[in-house]
């Protein structure tokens, strides 16, 4: 996780996708649970929250920011998250902060190999994706232009095609041919965000202002939930 000075007391949260997971960032020390978990988020991730906070010897009232996963993703996860986000901090009054899943996932790629440029691309069914071009800014995934719902013939990528794009997510499982017209890509074993990388991003947050009341918590589906259809083993 790229460091950042900072005496917050942080909580992270995301099921956005088929993984749980929940962090802690306490006096600069870590604590994290995650699960892969599809149709188990509900139940899993306040028991999470919980160990987090025992382990760290601390309260929910102690918290000074929870960050949730804001999407894109599963509509009935997001909708999850944004909920038990909302039932935590409106008790305390804690601020909250949105982290993109796919920004979280460009950090984890940042993290883990100091990627450079990253895309990713999580599979939305229904023959479309959701993903998003990042640079390294410093050790922060940054985005370029705009995050997306499409098809995958529909990809227009931003980033320099000279120099090497890590490739994260399960859109390129699902569409194998995805940027397989490049030459300058490595696919990284990064398939699911994690709320520990949500941790760098929502200080840096916190640090420009983009934190805010959690009535004004703010869900991205990208796709409109009224073409949603649920299939089998997607929540």
Request: some cysteine.
């Amino acid at each position: 996780m790229a460091h950042i000075d900072s005496d917050l007391t942080i909580l992270a949260l995301d099921t956005c996708t088929e993984s749980c997971s929940a962090a802690l960032l306490h006096n600069q020390d870590l604590h994290c649970r995650s699960a892969n978990a599809p149709r188990e988020h509900s139940q899993r991730l306040l028991p999470m929250v919980d160990e987090v906070l025992k382990e760290a010897n601390i309260k929910i009232a102690d918290v000074n920011l929870i960050a949730y996963g804001r999407g894109p993703g599963s509509f009935t996860g997001i909708r999850i998250c944004t909920s038990m986000t909302q039932g935590l901090a409106l008790g305390h009054d804690i601020p909250v902060i949105g982290i993109s899943t796919l920004a979280a996932m460009a950090q984890m790629a940042i993290d883990a190999d100091s990627a450079k440029q990253v895309f990713v691309a999580i599979d939305a069914r229904m023959n479309e994706i959701y993903w998003g071009q990042f640079t390294n800014s410093g050790g922060i995934a940054t985005l370029v232009g705009e995050e997306h719902v499409s098809t995958p013939e529909q990809v227009n990528i931003l980033l320099d095609t000279e120099q090497t794009i890590t490739l994260c997510g399960t859109g390129f499982d699902a569409y194998p041919d995805l940027l397989s017209n490049l030459d300058s890509t490595q696919m990284s074993d990064i398939k699911l965000p994690d709320a520990k990388a949500m941790l760098t991003l929502a200080q840096l947050g916190y640090k420009q202002g983009l934190s805010t009341p959690v009535d004004e918590l703010a869900p991205v589906y990208l796709r409109d939930t009224v073409t949603w259809k649920k299939l089998p083993g997607r929540e």
